[in-house]
C-alpha cells in the first residue's frame, strides 16, 4: 500500500479493509465514487407512522423496536462493507450538517428514513436541493418544532393560542446557510419563521394527507415578507424562493467550504484551502459534486494524520481493519454509545463536533482502549492487519512495539491504540 492510498482510506473513506485495499493511486478511486447514490431499502413514512400511532402497547413496542434496529443494523453494516468509503463519509457529513436527534420516540422511528431519503441520494447533487429535501422531511420538520408554527394573522392562528415558532428559522440561518457572518438580524429570523409557515406534517392515509411534508395554507402567515432584504411573495412558493435564496447565498458558500476544509483538512485549515472550496461552489452554482472534486483535489488534503478521529470514525476504521464485516454490525451499533457517540442522536443541533478538542478528552480516550483491548483478545495479529489498518502510516515504533509484544492481544492492542490509530 502506497503512502497516499493509505492516507486516503482514513481522511477521504472509512478506514482500510483487508479484502479492498485502496488502489496505489486513490485518485481516481475518490472520483469515481462522485456519483448520485441509490435511494436504500427500508420502511417508508406511512409505515413509520403506523408503528408511531399503534394502539396496541406491545405491538408498538415490537413494531418501534423492529424498525429502529433494522435501520441501525443497516447502517452499520454499510459502514462495515462499503467500498465506497468516500461516498458514504461524504454522505455522513451532509446528514451531520443538517442534525436531528433520535432522543425522541418520533425521532428515533424516522432518524433512520430521514437520512436514507432527505440526505444521501441528494449529496452530490445542488446543495438547493439537498437543503429543500430536509426542511421538508418529517425529522426536521418535527426536531425544530416546525410543524406547530402558526401565522399569528393567519386563518388557523386567529382561532388557536399557538402561534409563530423560530426554531428552524434560527438554524437554517444560524448553522445549515449563511451564518452570522452574513450579519443577519433577529427580524430576518422572524421573517424567515414568518414565510415558512403551513411548512408541516401530513396526518396520513387514514387522513388523506401523506405521512410526510404537507403545506397547511390555513397557517401560513399571509401577505410578502422581507427576509435579509428581499421581499418574497406568501404561500409555499414564497418558502421555497426563500430558501433557495439562502442556499445560493455568498455568505453560505463560504461558511459550508469553511466546514468542509475543517472536515477534510484540518481544524483550523489554511484559508487558501478554504478559498478554493469556496470558489468550486461559487462557480458551480452550489453544486456538491464539485465541491467533492475540489476537496479531493486539494493539496493541504493530503497531509496524514492532520485530524483526530471520532468516537464514529474510529470505531469504524478499528472494526473495518480487523475484517469485521455485517455480522458486527449490532457491535457497531452498540459501541458508538459506549464511546460516547450513540448513533443519530446528537446533543444539539449543531451536530457532533468536528475537532480534536471536543475528543481528545481522558475518558473518552480510555474507553477506546479499554474497547480496543477487549477486541484485541479475539483478534490475531499479522502483517496483513498492520498493513489494512495503517499500512504505511504506522509508525516504525509502533510496528517495532507491535512485534516484540508479549503476546498476540498485547500486539494487537499496541496497534489499536497507537496515537496515530487515533487520527485520520
Known sequence: MTPEAA??????????????????DPRPWLLAQLRPMPVLDGPDLEEI????????????????????????????????TTDAAFAERWAEFWGNHFAISRRSINLNLLAGHFQRVAVRPLVFGSFEALMLSVYRHPAMLGYLDQAGSIGPGSRAGQR?????????????????????????????????????????????AEHNEPAGFIFRAAGHEPGP?????????????????ALTMLANHPATHRAL?????????????????????EAALRNSGGDLAAAARA???????????????SAQDY??????GLGLGAPAAPQLVQVLGRLGQPLWRPPAPTGWPDD??????????????????????????TPALTESFLGPLARAETVTAARRAGSAREAVLLLLASPEAQRR
Open 295 to 309: 476537496v479531493i483535489a486539494e493539496p493541504e488534503a493530503w497531509r496524514p494524520l492532520a485530524k483526530l478521529r
Open 356 to 381: 480534536a478538542a471536543s475528543w481528545a478528552v481522558p475518558e473518552q480516550l480510555m474507553r477506546r482502549v479499554e474497547w480496543a483491548n477487549e477486541l484485541a483478545a479475539r483478534a490475531a495479529f
Open 49 to 80: 407512522r403506523k408503528a408511531r400511532f399503534e394502539d396496541d402497547r406491545e405491538a408498538a413496542l415490537r413494531l418501534r423496536r423492529t424498525l429502529v434496529e433494522g435501520e441501525t443494523t443497516a447502517w452499520a453494516a454499510r459502514m462495515l
Open 7 to 24: 492516507h486516503a482510506a482514513v481522511r477521504f473513506g472509512l478506514g482500510g479493509k483487508p479484502d479492498a485495499p485502496v488502489p496505489d
Open 257 to 277: 467550504a469553511q466546514k468542509l476544509a475543517a472536515h477534510f483538512v484540518q481544524d483550523d485549515p489554511p484559508p487558501a484551502a478554504a478559498a478554493r472550496i
Open 160 to 204: 388557536r393560542s399557538r402561534g409563530l415558532n423560530e426554531n428552524l428559522a434560527r438554524e437554517c440561518l444560524e448553522l445549515h446557510s449563511v451564518t452570522p457572518a452574513a450579519g443577519y438580524t433577529q427580524a430576518d429570523v422572524t421573517a424567515l419563521a414568518r414565510i415558512l409557515t403551513g411548512w408541516s406534517i401530513g396526518r396520513g
Open 225 to 241: 415578507k422581507t427576509l435579509m432584504g428581499r421581499e418574497f411573495p406568501e404561500g409555499e412558493a414564497g418558502g421555497v424562493a
Open 315 to 320: 470505531a469504524i476504521a478499528v472494526m473495518r
